[in-house]
């Protein structure tokens, strides 16, 4: 698991250097100390909500995971709203985001087949606080420290440097105590390349429309985009059966992107 996860970081990381265009020194020279910071902190919870993720999934199942992983799109919203005023359209964008919560837990909870202990919600609730945390520092950071003299792409270079310098440890770690699963072997290397040119995509584009529209209406219509849609290719291509209370937390997402795009 480490592999794949640091060489989907150090790709990111050689594409983000790529599109800046410019030689590393200067991109060291344009590293601010609050971006040097945010880039450390931010790098951090990006490996570290892989880890706690996959935990979670183990421990507490799939669904109750992903769902409070998409849930978690109301800690940077309010943060937008409250604290960065992005309180433009306010009613579309609440009513937006409450549908949207709903659609969350109607399509990937599971309900019975999926019921946790109260001990082992701690995981699914620490999914919740560090992809809240993730969008929310993202957000802060590109409103606050981003500009023509330090781009987008320093800050995800400083994340991806972060979280591949963290992973590449681990893989040693591991390696020092002779763990079977540790072996340096080709298909991480295949899937972490993948995952990594996804990575910076997603990455680079969510920063780009974060600036140019606020996370309030970013943050929510990517998440219901992708679970909708993540939801409709298992029953397109891998024949997943779908009940009707899933078919309604589509409709619901739906509506919900459809309003929250009306408050742009």
Do not use: C
Not at 91 to 105: M, Q, R, V, Y
Not at 184 to 196: A, E, R, T
Not at 221 to 237: C, D, E, I, R
Request: charged share 10%; net charge positive.
């Amino acid at each position: 698991m480490y592999q794949a996860i640091t060489i989907n970081y150090i790709i990111a990381f050689l594409l983000t250097a790529l599109s800046y265009g410019e030689p590393f020194s200067v991109a060291v020279a344009a590293m601010t100390k609050p971006l040097f910071f945010s880039s450390l902190w931010v790098g951090f919870l990006f490996i570290f909500s892989f880890i706690i993720m996959s935990f979670s999934t183990i421990k507490a199942g799939i669904g109750i995971t992903t769902a409070l992983n998409k849930m978690a799109v109301v800690i940077p919203v309010l943060v937008g709203i409250f604290y960065l005023n992005q309180n433009d359209s306010l009613l579309f964008k609440l009513t937006g985001i409450l549908l949207a919560l709903i659609s969350f837990f109607l399509i990937l909870f599971k309900g019975k087949n999926e019921r946790v202990s109260l001990k082992a919600l701690y995981l699914p609730l620490s999914v919740f606080i560090v992809s809240g945390l993730i969008d929310t520092s993202m957000e802060v950071v590109n409103k606050k420290f981003i500009n023509i003299n330090s781009p987008q792409e320093i800050f995800l270079m400083g994340i991806f440097a972060t979280a591949s310098l963290i992973g590449v440890i681990t893989i040693i770690i591991d390696l020092s105590k002779n763990q079977p699963q540790s072996k340096l072997s080709f298909k991480p290397i295949i899937w972490g390349s993948v995952m990594g040119i996804f990575n910076f995509l997603v990455s680079k584009m969510i920063l780009v429309n974060v600036g140019l529209m606020g996370g309030s209406v970013v943050f929510p219509v990517h998440n219901a985009a992708v679970v909708m849609l993540t939801a409709l290719s298992g029953v397109l291509f891998f024949k997943e059966k779908f009940t009707n209370r899933q078919w309604v937390g589509v409709a619901i997402a739906i509506v919900s992107v459809i309003l929250i795009a009306a408050a742009i």
